[in-house]
């Protein structure tokens, strides 16, 4: 566990061949980047990344009450976070493209906080809405039954008054990697525009699995 005086992490790690199997989608290629463990169910409590990420994924319905201040003070700190893990060089050489969230713009829950981490990192960035969700549903986190990420692209499509300049290095960006199905979606939707651009995922978090649980029994010989 992490103290409370711990700040959230500033520096990226990579997705390697050791925590790729935590991420079912995910392939060999896929280049993902994270800046903190996640644990799920174990409340904000647990860990700084933890704090961070319930506060960030806290619903619109908040707003207006006491918890809105929290996630707004978590957007800002990711946004700072991530700004200081990419260095300004990244800041400039990436397109970033938000994974939509789960909910159509005309929904009342719409929460566009992904996009708007990434326009508080700083101005003149390139940051586009490249892909939209053109439908509501169930958010993942809320959900038992997980899309497959050809079935979550049947959601997507490119909104094509945002794809000039051509990007040549694009950054997909989410709050958490659980099983790679948003990041590979997103590639798939994009890639046919965009052949020739690299593409790399950028996430606040990564979710770390839980050890599995024994029983403890006594044994005599």
């Keep these: 566990m992490t103290s409370a005086t711990s700040s959230f992490p500033q520096r990226l790690t990579e997705i390697d061949q050791l925590t790729r199997s935590d991420h079912t989608f995910l392939t060999e290629g896929d280049r993902c980047f994270f800046l903190g463990d996640y644990t799920a169910r174990k409340g904000f409590a647990y860990s700084v990344t933890n704090n961070l990420i319930i506060n960030f994924k806290k619903p619109m319905s908040v707003r207006g009450t006491p918890q809105w201040p929290h996630k707004e003070r978590a957007i800002a700190e990711a946004a700072g976070a991530l700004a200081n893990a990419l260095g300004p060089k990244n800041l400039q050489n990436l397109t970033f493209?938000?994974?939509?969230?789960?909910?159509?713009?005309?929904?009342?829950?719409?929460?566009?906080?992904?996009?708007?981490?990434?326009?508080?990192?700083?101005?003149?960035?390139?940051?586009?809405?490249?892909?939209?969700?053109?439908?509501?549903?169930?958010?993942?986190?809320?959900?038992?039954?997980?899309?497959?990420?050809?079935?979550?692209?049947?959601?997507?499509?490119?909104?094509?008054?945002?794809?000039?300049?051509?990007?040549?290095?694009?950054?997909?960006?989410?709050?958490?990697?659980?099983t790679g199905c948003h990041y590979r979606a997103m590639v798939s939707v994009l890639f046919p525009h965009f052949p020739d651009a690299k593409f790399y995922g950028l996430f606040l978090a990564r979710r770390v699995p839980q050890p599995p649980e024994f029983e403890v029994v006594d044994i005599d010989f």
């Design 97 to 178: 493209v938000p994974v939509p969230p789960s909910k159509a713009k005309t929904d009342p829950m719409y929460d566009d906080r992904v996009r708007r981490m990434l326009f508080a990192m700083g101005t003149g960035l390139d940051i586009r809405e490249l892909v939209i969700q053109e439908v509501s549903t169930t958010a993942a986190h809320e959900s038992e039954t997980r899309l497959r990420p050809e079935e979550l692209a049947n959601h997507y499509a490119v909104d094509p008054q945002l794809v000039m300049p051509t990007p040549t290095a694009i950054a997909i960006c989410d709050d958490v990697l659980t």
